[in-house]
């Protein structure tokens, strides 16, 4: 006698059904505003298309905005006015990689609620794209038919289609270099002197004059060195004694923050001054110092294979209005400050030149020969010479060089999945070969700026 096979009926999961609410919901609000709403059949990552039509005319327009749908039973960490929806990495380069504009629409059929997002916009921020996660407010998200307008903007063309940046890796670099490798501890002592004048005149006289890493305030000395050690006791009431220095470096208090800072920079002012970079305190300029019989300076700097040679402060020749010759040294240079972003700090550094006459007076037109080198120089040319800098300061063991108090550490590149391709954006070259050589002006702002953004293709 055969057994007969148990079959059991077909089933739809609850998921479904929630999944289909939420589409219906999402669908209701659309054709409220009078546009159509088309769902994909087959789909990776969009649910539907929106439609921009005319509500008074029933003219469509072919301008479309794309929907993913997601239903839910629950907010994710819901709260009175706002709850959070996780997204995969994956789907966003997805969303963002397409030529429309995509909406992120979150239901909760049992509650009738349904609220949008414009992940467009959204993930423009490096922040929201980093967490992978939006945000929603309940007051200003809700998905109803007073959102047609920022749906119909969204769906605008600009002159012609708005296509996303062409695929290609880029990474970006910001021109602050980490400070680290400080002392753990900062010793504060009580010193006999109270004023910074008396204080400073009594280290001349103990020829301690170029002692730099410390600060001074109100009859006390902070500093990353031993008083002790460097042999200027005789200048204390008492014993140093150590505090860690992360009770500064992570201080809320404007005050000790504003110390620090100013350790740190003196800190950074010897390392280069051991280095051979002098510092101009009236201008904030740091510059290579010229070699002492006259001639130019050149430094090792690592190619691709080698170690070779760049000069960093070359010697030119002019002609004055009197017709006499004139000679000027011109020198890689550079702005820079202490920057502190959470409990980290930084050195920010721009690039410049700076012109002398003998390797220390400054020449008498550097104004108008910083000038026209701005006007020459492009992007690249400043792009080099802030590489050149971060090579000097960051890899001492190239130059053989040590500072116990203070590391810089290389700027950290922020890795991009998309970029834009440069020669996209060049004039072509005409059919004759030849291009005529023009010169545009560049402002002064994009060498001036300390927020200045640095961008190179990695190895």
């Known amino acids: 006698m055969k057994r007969r096979r148990l079959t059991r009926a077909p089933m739809i999961a609850d998921a479904t059904l929630l999944g289909q609410k ?13 546009f159509l709403w088309n769902p994909v059949h087959i789909e990776s990552g969009i649910d539907a298309t929106i439609e921009i039509r005319d509500p008074s005319t029933g003219e469509t327009t072919n301008r479309i905005v794309q929907a993913q749908i997601k239903a839910v039973s629950n907010f994710a960490a819901e709260q009175d006015d706002a709850f959070s929806f996780s997204c995969d990495r994956a789907h966003i380069r997805y969303w963002l990689g397409g030529t429309a504009r995509v909406i992120l629409l979150v239901a909760k059929p049992q509650t009738g609620e349904i609220y949008w997002k414009d992940l467009n916009s959204y993930f423009s921020i490096p922040e929201n794209r980093e967490r992978c996660t939006v945000r929603f407010s309940k007051n200003a998200d809700r998905f109803t038919t007073a959102c047609r307008s920022a749906l119909v903007s969204g769906a605008k063309l600009a002159g012609g289609l708005a296509l996303g940046p062409l695929p290609k890796r880029e990474v970006l670099g910001i021109n602050l270099l980490r400070l680290s490798g400080y002392p753990k501890n900062i010793l504060t002592t009580p010193t006999k002197q109270k004023s910074w004048d008396g204080f400073i005149a009594d280290l001349k006289v103990m020829s301690k004059p170029w002692l730099q890493e410390f600060v001074w305030e109100g009859g006390t000395l902070y500093s990353f060195f031993d008083p002790v050690r460097e042999g200027i006791q005789d200048l204390c009431e008492d014993s140093p004694k150590p505090f860690p220095t992360r009770e500064w470096a992570g201080s809320a208090d404007a005050v000790i923050e504003r110390h620090f800072a100013q350790l740190l920079r003196k800190a950074f002012e010897e390392r280069c001054y051991k280095q051979g970079i002098l510092v101009r305190r009236d201008v904030d300029l740091f510059y290579f110092a010229a070699p002492a019989d006259g001639g130019e300076r050149q430094i090792a700097t690592k190619s691709t294979v080698n170690v070779t040679r760049k000069t960093v402060v070359s010697r030119h020749s002019s002609i004055r209005e009197d017709g006499t010759a004139s000679i000027y040294y011109k020198h890689y240079a550079f702005h820079g400050r202490t920057r ?15 012109f002398t006459e ?7 037109n550097s104004e108008a020969l910083l000038s026209g080198i701005k006007r020459l120089e492009r992007h690249a040319a400043v792009l080099n010479a802030f590489l050149t800098w971060k090579e000097y300061l960051t890899e001492a063991s190239l130059f053989n060089f040590t500072y116990r108090y203070l590391n810089v550490e290389p700027p950290e590149g922020i890795a991009l999945d998309r970029g834009i391709d440069d020669a996209a954006w060049r004039a072509p070259v005409p059919a004759n070969g030849i291009v005529e050589a023009t010169q545009p002006e560049f402002p002064s702002s994009e060498y001036d700026d300390e927020e200045a953004l640095f961008r190179w293709t990695p190895n």
């Open 22 to 34: 939420g589409m219906n919901m999402a669908e209701r609000v659309v054709l409220d505003m009078g």
């Open 340 to 354: 502190r972003f959470v409990d980290e700090w930084f050195w920010e550094l721009t690039p410049t030149s700076y």
């Open 358 to 364: 003998d390797g220390k007076v400054p020449y008498w």
